[in-house]
């Protein structure tokens, strides 16, 4: 009897130590749901004991994937499907990429902005890509010594205030703020010039020289090729492009030369006082 009594009184007690664990259990859980902080803190507790569990197990390879992981990385990059040109857009942008040696989708995605923004600017879309291709050779990165940046080589420190729009001047190397920033001021120096052959003498910061070292010319000269391409003409991908003499001394002192990411060293007047 004496043992069947004490069986019977632990089993009770364990019975009631159990309920109690569980009252306990569920009230932890509808206080801390009721706490969003406290939930917050919980969830990342557990999703840190998981993680490192997995990073025990998973394969090196496998970490490094997953730690580099960014699905939404896509949307920084700048390209676009040729197959979602027009038939002229397509011939210019794979002409361009066979030339330069540039990949098609982020041509494509150039070509279809300089259509876009050409036809805003009232500019013709072949002539925003010539520039492009003197200045950069595509390249968005490209720097020229005085400080010319990104595709269109635009004097970042002298339009700062066209960034503005964009966030700030860390969009010149954006090739798609580049190509627009750099219409507007290609704009603004072909209505200041009165002609476009002027333009692009002040564009290149040459207004002040008696010559331009050729560069009006070869721009001129790689949009020609540009507008019988996107006329269905065919040009070959190493036509020549034109070697570009250094400019005449102007009467006045010219400011300091810059770089061409195309041509090599290439003398051309600063663009500082190009809109003053």
């Not at 010539?130 to 005085?146: D, G, K, L, R």
Request: charged share 20%; proline share 5%; glycine share 8%.
């Amino acid at each position: 009897m004496f043992v069947k009594d004490v069986g019977h009184g632990l089993l009770e007690v364990c019975h009631n130590t159990l309920a109690l664990i569980g009252l306990l259990i569920v009230a932890t859980v509808v206080f801390t749901l009721g706490r969003p902080e406290l939930r917050h803190a919980a969830e990342e507790k557990m999703f840190g004991w998981l993680q490192t569990r997995y990073e025990a197990r998973a394969d090196p390879a496998e970490l490094l994937a997953a730690q580099l992981r960014e699905r939404g990385a896509v949307a920084r990059a700048t390209a676009a499907d040729p197959r979602e040109l027009t038939r002229q857009q397509a011939a210019v942008a794979n002409w361009i990429s066979r030339r330069y040696r540039v990949a098609p989708e982020p041509i494509s995605r150039l070509v279809k902005e300089a259509w876009q923004v050409g036809e805003r600017a009232g500019i013709e879309p072949t002539l925003i890509l010539a520039v492009m291709a003197i200045e950069s050779s595509f390249n968005p990165f490209a720097q020229s010594s005085v400080g010319a940046q990104g595709l269109m080589q635009v004097m970042t420190k002298v339009h700062d205030d066209k960034y503005t729009a964009f966030g700030g001047t860390h969009a010149a190397f954006d090739p798609v703020t580049n190509l627009r920033v750099g219409v507007q001021v290609l704009k603004e120096c072909i209505q200041r010039a009165g002609s476009l052959e002027a333009g692009l003498r002040y564009y290149v910061g040459a207004a002040n020289l008696d010559d331009d070292g050729g560069y009006a010319d070869k721009v001129l000269a790689e949009q020609n090729h540009l507008r019988q391409v996107a006329g269905g003409r065919s040009v070959p991908f190493n036509a020549t492009i034109m070697t570009v003499s250094a400019p005449a001394p102007a009467s006045a002192p010219a400011p300091a030369a810059t770089t061409d990411a195309n041509s090599g060293e290439k003398p051309r007047a600063e663009r500082v006082a190009l809109l003053r």
